[in-house]
């Protein structure tokens, strides 16, 4: 009696999996009617993910209330959801994808699953959503996605996989996000994706994509976010970036792209975050960049750009993080800074900057963070510093500045570094610096100043670099 059970129940797991591929040999849609609905909650079963809620996982029971499990009307799986929260674990081969032709998102994330994408995924001709985030995945994306005509979303990133982005994944028109981030991908980013003119999110970044960036890009103008950071992309940045006017953020930080910086980038008056630190860019910076006036962050840091700072660049009145640092940027600061009364962060050191350092930058009272080390800057430290009262880290190192350190800086209450050293600034130190409570890192080498710190401020302060 037990063996007629087992051997029913070879041939019953059998049939499912023999009715499940009858859309993969054909090619052609299939119904609910030719695979019926037992076989789908059959084909969850085998695959043993629902495991740790066994009863209410099984086969008498509606798989319609499973965890993570939507069914239409009639009862067929539309929507599977499953994450690290319930627990699941196993090969993503074990699920019979040509089980389920009515499936419309597939999202399992943050979870242990492992192994390779099976090439059958390609069969689910309503797919809209696939999320295989975050897993344990091997291998290569298969090219089958490409058959995925209804997919809207893409998400495979930190998943382990490598080799190339399939050249098939243009074929996905209806594509509004691809997330293939943080994997081992390899090779270049195929022109085909030129072809994506639904895209609005694509996220590349930290793989080993290398190449130049395809000019065909252009054609994406639903575009709003781009991430192909910490790649090996190298290249000019092509002009016809600008015709991406609908990007809001564009990071191609980390990279090996090289040229100036197109004119054209001053199109993209959308733009509330731009980042291209890390690469090998040359040339000025271009006055178009005025026209960003919705730009919040701006990261140039880590090139070869060279020439004064535009004026152009204050009216980005909504910026709140300028990183200009480690370029070779001449000229002096524009007296045009203080206007951008929202900077928070500002870090133009490692530059040739020359000249005083202008009295404006008192205007920026949001400011946190300031980093002029590193230049030519001459002429006394503005007393409107004494303005920033919320700033926490202030570094005029290596400079040229000379006078004597104005007592109105020590109404700067939030310091908590205050490096002046290698310099030509002379006096006293001002008593008032008693004031700084919050001051942990202090640095006045290298100068002609005289006078001591207040021992008893400081002697709870194991960090302070008191260096005369």
């Not at 054909?26 to 084909?43: G, H, K, M």
Request: proline share 6%; aromatic share 6%.
């Amino acid at each position: 009696m037990v063996l007629g059970f087992s051997v029913a129940r070879v041939l019953f797991i059998w049939a499912t999996v023999f009715i499940c591929q009858v859309d993969v040999i054909t090619d052609t849609f299939v119904t609910a009617s030719i695979v019926p609905i037992r076989l789908e909650r059959e084909a969850l079963l085998n695959t043993g993910w629902w495991n740790n809620s066994r009863e209410k996982a099984s086969n008498h029971s509606d798989h319609c209330k499973w965890a993570g499990i939507v069914c239409n009307l009639n009862g067929s799986i539309i929507r599977i959801s499953l994450s690290g929260v319930n627990g699941i674990r196993g090969k993503l081969d074990q699920f019979n994808f040509s089980c389920f032709p009515n499936l419309e998102s597939f999202r399992i994330w943050y979870s242990n699953i492992s192994g390779n994408i099976p090439s059958e995924i390609g069969a689910l001709s309503k797919l809209q959503i696939l999320d295989l985030s975050h897993n344990n995945l091997t291998g290569t994306i298969p090219s089958k996605l490409g058959n995925l005509n209804n997919l809207v979303e893409l998400y495979l990133s930190r998943s382990n996989l490598n080799g190339p982005i399939p050249s098939t994944l243009g074929h996905l028109t209806r594509l509004s996000i691809l997330d293939l981030s943080s994997n081992s991908l390899v090779g270049p980013i195929p022109f085909t994706l030129g072809h994506l003119t639904q895209l609005t999110t694509l996220k590349l970044f930290s793989n080993q994509i290398n190449g130049c960036i395809p000019l065909d890009f252009g054609n994406l103008r639903h575009l709003k976010e781009v991430d192909l950071s910490g790649n090996k992309l190298n290249g000019p940045i092509a002009s016809t970036i600008g015709d991406l006017t609908n990007l809001n953020s564009l990071d191609l930080s980390s990279k090996q792209l090289s040229g100036p910086l197109p004119q054209e980038i001053g199109y993209l008056e959308n733009l509330v975050y731009l980042s291209l630190n890390v690469n090998n860019l040359t040339g000025p910076i271009p006055s178009t960049l005025g026209r960003l006036t919705s730009l919040s962050d701006l990261d140039l840091s880590h090139n070869s750009l060279f020439g004064p700072i535009p004026p152009t660049l204050s009216h980005l009145t909504r910026l709140t993080t300028l990183k200009l640092f480690s370029n070779q940027i001449n000229g002096s600061i524009p007296l045009g800074i203080g206007n951008l009364e929202n900077l928070e962060r500002v870090d133009m050191s490692s530059n040739k900057l020359e000249g005083p350092i202008p009295l404006t930058i008192g205007d920026l009272t949001n400011l946190i963070y300031l980093d002029l080390s590193l230049n030519q800057l001459s002429g006394p430290i503005p007393s409107t510093f004494g303005h920033l009262t919320l700033l926490k880290f202030l570094n005029l190192n290596s400079n040229k500045l000379n006078g004597s350190i104005p007592s109105e800086l020590m109404n700067c209450f939030s310091l908590q570094s205050l490096i002046l050293s290698n310099n030509s600034l002379t006096g006293r130190i001002p008593s008032e610096i008693r004031n700084l409570s919050y001051l942990h890192e202090l640095d006045l080498s290298l100068n002609f100043i005289s006078g001591m710190t207040p021992p008893q401020h400081f002697k709870q302060k194991h960090s302070i670099r008191d260096r005369l």
